[in-house]
């Protein structure tokens, strides 16, 4: 069950088709498209607009009118199993997520008093996340493609239902390898950013898949940044080395060697304590270029541009071979 709210009355003017790009009117439990030869509807369920444009998207709106599990289900975790969770190490964690959000919030509040900010895949509370939650001038635009406890509107990022420019800030955490096309929705995030907004994105590298039959891609350091070849770099890295690479690696190989379901979950909890604790070895040389070879993800921290990185400079500026 989610517990979304309605989505703020200053919102609803942003709001656009997904198809069309045109104004949406409210009518009840529906928003109607109100451009001629349009007139595409799409309905509000338990409070949450579903603005899919179905010829681009995998899901399909008949998906939440009937509230089908789409991408994942959510459900609280047993309370005795969340107290082990917590005491056992991570098989992956990025030991500068929480320092990333922290710029991403300063530079927010440097443009705005009151930075307006889309979340992409926003409908649990992503890692690091808190900290923009700790200034109350942030406003948070949580969306997915489920319904989940924070989920302000279901749309898929092919097709973001947002005017141009109606955002300072587009966080897609975990959310690029997941999408048919990661080059079709950067370029929406382009879009719906303001002419100075701010993305930052976390995008796997050397993880197992996940989160089946919706993984598609992964990128190495130069494909993330070519990805976000529209934006003006101000900062990247590795979101977890060789470390997080080698215990989510090991414990897919117990994973392997599982029979049923049962034991599948338990090398869960036996990979956390025998390959957890490599991932603190990231730390060390995390920054170090060697380590990007094999890192776990990368993150992005950009500032929308009318300029495009051309592939020459690319490979110039990114493209040195590690000493």
Known sequence: MHTASEPRSDLEPLLRCPACRGRLERHGHRFRCGSDGCGAAYPVVNDVPVLIHEPNSVFSI????????????????????????RLLPELYGSPNTHENYRRLASLLLETSSRP?????????LGNGVEELLAHPGIELVDTDVAFGPRTRLIC?????????????????????????????????????????????????????????????????????RRLFR??????SGATGGPGSTLALVAHSFLRALARGRTMSRATTLVSRVLFGPLKWLDTLRLTNPVAFEAAAGFFFLGRRSDEILSDRELVRRYGRAPA
């Open 62 to 85: 008949a998906d939440y009118e009937q509230q089908r599990d789409t991408f994942f289900k959510y459900s609280q975790l047993n309370p005795v199993l969340e107290r082990l969770k």
């Open 116 to 124: 307006r900010v889309l979340v992409i895949g926003g409908s649990i």
């Open 156 to 224: 898929d990022a092919h097709d973001l239902p947002f005017a141009d420019g109606s955002f300072d800030g587009v966080i897609a955490q975990a959310v690029l390898e997941h999408v048919v096309d990661p080059h079709r929705c950067v370029a929406e995030v382009h879009r719906v950013l303001q002419p100075q907004g701010l993305v930052y994105a976390e995008t796997p590298f050397m993880y197992p898949a996940h989160g089946e039959p919706y993984d598609f891609t992964r990128f190495t350091l130069m494909g993330h």
């Open 230 to 235: 529209r934006f003006e770099e101000v900062g």
